[in-house]
């Protein structure tokens, strides 16, 4: 059965650091979104992408954070001056037009110190 | 901002007894409804659906009710098991806000633990 699959499982950073976390979506799926997870609070959405644009963003999503799909496969989150609060779990989706549940990634636990 | 609450942080129920997980919306332009099962260190797994114009799916042990008037929703597990025992998360779709973009909102998620 196919998959979104993430890498890292675990990033450690210093404060100030960029990071790259990666995603490969699957393979026939058109939308991509990225979500993240502090600690003990809910999931929140950060940003969706389709047709090699972003179609929204949240508040949280602000000019440190950029994302990519470079090469038709994986699709990347960029954090380029990481904080403290950043530090959280951040996971991939995917989704086809017609279907209308998203699929989630096994996330990327982000620290930062 | 909470648009979709999950107002029960936990819920424990014996094995073979019926499991009922509820959620509250506040945005009537929500147009459809997912339920979300998570294991510690994984991603959140679809489990069942339900669009906004119906008022029940039910898929195996598994069944979602949705009461629009109210701007409420249940996921009832029965028989539960002890494979059950996870956090369950209720999200939202849309409201689309282009034609292009399916993002959900998520409630905090109620731990469930099923006792043998």
């Known amino acids: 059965e196919p998959e979104v699959t993430q890498t890292p499982s675990h990033q450690v950073t210093q404060m100030g650091q960029e990071v790259i976390l990666r995603c490969v979506p699957i393979s026939n799926h058109l939308y991509f979104y990225w979500y993240r997870q502090i600690l003990g609070q809910k999931v929140e959405f950060l940003v969706s992408?389709?047709?090699?644009?972003?179609?929204?963003k949240s508040e949280i999503f602000d000019d440190q954070f950029s994302v990519e799909r470079p090469d038709g496969s994986n699709f990347t989150l960029k954090i380029r001056s990481t904080k403290l609060e950043d530090s959280a779990m951040y996971f991939c989706a995917s989704i086809r037009r017609e279907y209308n549940e998203q699929f989630f990634g096994p996330g990327t636990r982000l620290t930062v110190l | 901002d909470q648009q979709v609450k999950q107002n029960s942080p936990s819920l424990s129920v014996q094995e073979g007894r019926i499991s009922i997980l509820n959620c509250d919306y506040t945005?009537?332009?929500?147009?459809?409804f997912l339920w979300y099962k998570k294991y510690p260190a994984e991603g959140p797994t679809f489990l069942i659906s339900?669009?906004?114009?119906?008022d029940k799916n039910e898929d195996g042990r598994f069944t979602v009710f949705l009461n629009k008037s109210a701007k409420h929703l249940s996921l009832h597990i029965v028989p539960s098991q002890p494979g059950d025992s996870a956090v369950y998360f209720c999200?939202?779709?849309?409201?689309?806000?282009?034609?292009?973009?399916?993002?959900?909102?998520f409630g905090k998620g109620t731990l469930l633990t099923v006792n043998p």
């Open positions: 999200a939202a779709r849309g409201p689309n806000s282009g034609g292009s973009n399916y993002k959900l909102t």
């Open positions: 339900i669009s906004s114009i119906k």
């Open positions: 992408f389709y047709n090699n644009e972003i179609s929204e």
């Open positions: 945005n009537s332009m929500f147009d459809y």
